[in-house]
């Protein structure tokens, strides 16, 4: 507890009260002083010396203590009277606060402190009752009112009950009193701002309309900006249509363009079969049904699903534990990438070099073995070269029957398409069943492609390698078979083209991601090659490439 006045009032100082004997007792604001030969018979008269122990305090929290320590020693007090007496304690000290305005300090509780008594009476409890007494005690023991205490304690026991109950309402009358002061004081300080009012109304009518004449301005000015970000936001958003249209415009051009070469494919195979057909609408060479795989639709599609399946087996942003940095620039190097292994898209490059170097160590290792294979005497040749026997084979009979189509003036029709016929059949046997996954040209294949992968980038774990060892069998089956059977099934055979980085972009044989014009571009990196028909720039597939600007973009 603080020594300051109940109510805290900032211009209202406590009268201080000076250290004093017993003997000596200051009264505040008269200075009255208790000469030394004052008769001491208290006994005589015990109530009047109550009032004049008392006369040291003067705080109400502390009026609040003698309320409880007086109730305290009426052993049967009337509840019902006790009860409306808490209940206007309470109000005159919660009223502090409301006629103030503001919170005087400790207020919640002394409120608690006399909630907790009554209970510990009514209840009963006697060891919160001895609790509560020791607060009290513990808040009257100031140094102004230390010595008189206890002997006020020994005076309210020899109380009469008229005099305990006389006693109690006395300190309700001055709890009550302070509580009035509080409003007559809130009533004064409204009085006083309604006077300071009245002296401002009309600087206030005068900022309120100057006020009122910004706000319009201010609105006005609002009004405008809103309407000009309005319109910033639309045309951002027209701009944003209008990007999204040409965006979209571009695709359906690429696809018109893919569809146009489907289409040239498809009436290039119409032709051809109605060249191979006799006065009498005989058919004398086979041609592919629609649900063949040699059918050209069906290459395409089969073109595109090697592509996924190449972009996937060499993925090296997950799984991947080591990147051999050296090996990559030197890969870089010899494809013309400006790419370095700091770059943020290296991975991305990365995954299209080796792809293409995929393809092209399987395509070379294969044109090896066919120039290599031992196939002089078929009687004693090993099952193990049959598709390499059978190639040779099939090329010499089509340079005879040309030949012998070049030579003999006098010929049918299936003498002129029978180079073709043969072409088409046996390799489209080769790209339906050659080179089976147990082929130990197949095998050794393997090993050595992985070991070529691994040059580049080592994967993080057994299974990943496993799991490698087993798709690149699959991968390796169908590039063999695309690349060097299927295509000739074709009439006429389409060749592939990997471009080099540095190289012009060309939309119609390209396929990649480029802002503006494409004239703006160059090759990085050609990931799957272009497969198209020289004769007449039909396109099987277009070359998946990432571009560059060229320099000086």
Not at 222 to 243: A, G, M, P, T
Request: proline share 3%.
């Amino acid at each position: 507890m603080n020594d300051h006045s109940p109510y805290q009032f900032s211009n209202i100082q406590p009268i201080q009260q000076p250290n004093h004997s017993p003997n000596q007792v200051i009264q505040y604001r008269q200075g009255y002083s208790e000469p030394n030969n004052f008769p001491h018979n208290h006994d005589q008269d015990f109530t009047w010396r109550i009032f004049q122990l008392i006369r040291h305090l003067y705080k109400w929290e502390e009026f609040v203590c003698l309320y409880i320590m007086t109730l305290d020693c009426d052993s049967e007090p009337n509840l019902i009277e006790v009860k409306h007496e808490i209940g206007s304690i309470k109000n005159f000290i919660k009223k502090f606060s409301t006629c103030l305005d503001t919170e005087i300090t400790d207020t919640l509780y002394w409120i608690n402190i006399i909630d907790r008594y009554w209970n510990s009476r009514t209840q009963p409890d006697e060891i919160e009752r001895v609790t509560v007494r020791e607060i009290i005690n513990g808040r009257l023991n100031q140094h102004y009112f230390r010595e008189y205490n206890n002997e006020l304690i020994i005076y309210l026991k020899k109380m009469t009950k008229f005099q305990i109950e006389t006693l109690r309402n006395f300190f309700l009358t001055r709890l009550s009193g302070y509580s009035h002061f509080a409003s007559y004081l809130s009533k004064f300080r409204q009085q006083n701002d309604t006077t300071k009012s009245d002296d401002k109304m009309e600087d206030i009518e005068e900022i309120v309309y100057e006020g009122t004449m910004a706000k319009q301005e201010a609105e006005t000015k609002l009004e405008n900006h809103n309407y000009l970000n309005d319109l910033n936001e639309r045309i951002n958003n027209l701009q944003k249509d209008k990007d999204e249209l040409t965006s979209k415009l571009k695709v359906a051009q690429i696809q018109l363009e893919d569809s146009e070469n489907k289409i040239g494919i498809l009436k290039t195979e119409i032709n051809l079969l109605k060249k191979q057909t006799n006065f009498n609408g005989d058919v004398t060479d086979d041609e592919w049904r629609d649900d063949d795989e040699n059918n050209s639709t069906q290459l395409v599609k089969d073109i595109e699903k090697l592509n996924r399946a190449l972009n996937k087996i060499t993925e090296v942003k997950r799984n991947v534990s080591e990147i051999k940095e050296e090996a990559v620039t030197e890969l870089f190097s010899s494809l013309g990438c400006n790419t370095t292994v700091k770059d943020k898209q290296m991975k991305l490059v990365l995954v299209a070099a080796l792809q293409q170097k995929l393809i092209k160590f399987i395509l070379d290792y294969a044109k090896y073995y066919f120039e290599h294979a031992n196939i002089s005497q078929v009687q004693s040749m090993s099952v193990d070269n049959l598709e390499a026997a059978i190639l040779f084979k099939t090329e010499d009979l089509i340079q005879l029957t040309t030949c012998f189509e070049n030579t003999h003036s006098v010929t049918g029709e299936n003498s002129r398409t029978l180079p073709t016929t043969l072409r088409k059949q046996c390799y489209a046997a080769l790209g339906n069943r050659g080179f089976p996954a147990n082929h130990p040209f197949i095998d050794q294949l393997a090993k050595d492609l992985i070991s070529e992968m691994n040059k580049y980038r080592i994967l993080d774990s057994d299974e990943k390698n496993k799991k490698f060892e087993k798709e690149i069998v699959k991968i390796i089956i169908q590039v063999l078979r695309i690349f060097r059977f299927r295509f000739k099934t074709q009439e006429p055979i389409p060749v592939k083209q990997f471009y080099k980085g540095g190289e012009d972009i060309d939309p119609f044989f390209m396929e990649g991601m480029w802002e503006g014009h494409h004239e703006d571009y160059e090759v990085e990196i050609c990931s799957f090659p272009a497969i198209f028909v020289n004769s007449d720039s039909r396109v099987y597939t277009r070359a998946q490439v990432i571009a560059r600007p060229k320099n000086g973009m």
